[in-house]
């Protein structure tokens, strides 16, 4: 299998995203000094909390993200890219496709 368009896309979207985790931790340090400088309103507690805790959740799913594109790219560096880890057959070109980190088959993920 030519992973040459995949590894492509694999790059761009790790580069876009680790470019949103900088954007994301820049909005924690923001918050946080916001809310040393805010006023202690429960109201405004509430909110700022609110905030932060969307920006957790965020950088999570992002950090998830950003593991598995690294383990496609070790994937792809050790001639292992597009083979399903449960059951060792190739994986769907269009599986792929749709979502260059997968790593299994469309039969071992539906199970």
Request: aromatic share 4%; glycine share 2%.
């Amino acid at each position: 299998m030519d992973t040459t368009q995949f590894l492509e896309k694999l790059e761009k979207e790790k580069t876009d995203l680790e470019l949103l985790l900088k954007e994301l931790e820049k909005d924690t340090e923001d918050a946080k000094s916001n809310s040393d400088e805010a006023s202690t309103e429960i109201s405004d507690s509430s909110d700022q909390y609110e905030a932060m805790q969307g920006i957790f959740s965020k950088k999570e799913v992002v950090k998830k993200r950003l593991d598995k594109i690294a383990y496609a790219l070790q994937r792809i560096k050790e001639n292992t890219y597009g083979t399903c880890k449960k059951c060792g057959k190739a994986i769907e070109e269009l599986r792929l496709k749709i979502d260059p980190a997968m790593t299994t088959c469309r039969d071992c993920s539906e199970k």
